[in-house]
């Protein structure tokens, strides 16, 4: 009972209308034509059981990432895996650090296999490294880091990951979860698979349901050294990723051109969102500086984050409150259509005042 429930982002306004959804991260392109063309190719077996192994699908990550395919494991989303590396590295007497303002999964993943939650301070809504290793004790088993982090958007260089791992114990497992990776501007990476590459205590997760638009099929994987992965295999659900899944994950890999679309429409507009929040500094909204397809707006002013909650939703755009995150002050907003996006600025001047 003090597992706080994962509460999803909503899709209809409180008299029940359904408005523009920009609570979920979802990709407002929706999904590659290719990825929607295999997907329905796959409903001609719907009376069989999918490849428990997910061979093709690893293989093609493998070759698209240069990977090692025996050290991919697959899940029902990228949830699945952080719960289940939660389950095969931690149990009661142990502890699992993450992040202030981390993903809501942390905690839940963390308590349900009776470890203890250590919550590492923050830096300006952004990951503490230092913070971070000095809440390591010879209990922690896990640190958990998203990177883009969620629900914030702020982004650790590669510097500063290495700077943690190497701070680590050998004993203690590092979970970087990559669910926004795609959206990084640029070339720069923080170095993550690189890590799980050469490193035993390392496990990168990743998702189809952001950049590739498939959150309907939930389809997650992850890379780390071949025990992390065995052991996680151990305690994994059969058959937890379905055939259409499987086909319309390896249609998007594919399909560069749809994401690359995906990636500049996003930078476009985060880009344009920010510099619009800025000109609403004086009424007290500021943007954190975001890697993801989202921004987390903190309103600082007269302004507040619930009233701007109410506000949009009676404008027709719902985004995410989170005072069950410790972020009762600020608002979590999709970046949307080209529409959508300059819509809910419209609204959040008007209802600032500006």
């Known amino acids: 009972m003090e597992i706080a429930p994962y509460i999803p982002g909503r899709s209809t306004t409180d008299d029940g209308r359904k408005v523009a959804k920009l609570s979920s991260n979802e990709n407002p392109l929706g999904s590659s034509p290719r990825a929607r063309e295999a997907f329905a190719s796959a409903a ?8 428990a192994g997910a061979t093709a699908l690893r293989e093609a990550l493998a070759a698209k990432h240069g990977l090692d395919p025996t050290r991919i494991i697959y899940g029902n989303g990228s949830d699945e895996l952080l719960n289940l590396v939660a389950g095969a590295f931690a149990g ?3 502890e699992v650090i993450y992040v202030n303002y981390g993903f809501a999964v942390y905690p839940i993943a963390t308590r349900r296999t009776g470890a203890t939650p250590v919550i590492a301070a923050d830096k300006d809504y952004a990951t503490d490294v230092d913070a971070i290793l000095a809440a390591v004790t010879d209990r922690t088993t896990l640190v958990f880091v998203a990177n883009p982090n969620n629900p914030t958007g702020t982004y650790a260089p590669r ?13 203690i497992l590092l979970v ?6 795609e959206y990084i501007e640029g070339a720069d990476n923080d170095g993550a698979m690189e890590l799980a590459a050469r ?7 990743r998702t189809f349901s952001k950049m590739y638009g498939l959150a309907a099929e939930r389809i997650g994987w992850g ?28 249609a998007a890999l594919g399909d560069t051109d749809f994401v690359a679309h995906a990636a500049a429409h996003n930078a476009k ?10 000109k609403l500094g004086n009424d007290g909204l500021r943007a954190i500086p975001s890697q993801a397809n989202f921004v987390l707006v903190v309103f600082e002013g007269e302004l507040t984050a619930e009233a701007a909650y109410k506000g ?10 989170l005072p069950g995150q410790g972020l009762p002050h600020a608002l979590r907003i999709t970046i949307g259509t080209e529409d959508e996006t300059k819509s809910v600025i419209a609204a959040l001047r008007q209802l600032a005042g500006a």
């Open 44 to 51: 001609t077996n719907l009376e069989r059981y999918p490849d």
């Open 199 to 205: 490193a035993d205590n390392v496990l990168v997760t």
């Open 176 to 181: 970087l979860d990559h669910a926004y990776s």
């Open 312 to 321: 949009l939703m009676d404008a027709g755009y719902i985004v995410r409150w």
């Open 159 to 171: 510097s500063e990951i290495e700077r943690l791992h190497a701070g680590l114990r050998d004993d």
């Open 92 to 94: 009661p007497g142990d």
């Open 223 to 250: 890379y780390g050294a071949a025990p992390i992965i065995e052991a996680m295999h151990r305690i994994r659900l059969p058959f937890s990723v379905t055939i259409a899944g499987q086909a319309a994950a390896i």
């Open 269 to 278: 507009w985060r880009a344009w969102f920010s510099e619009e929040i800025a």
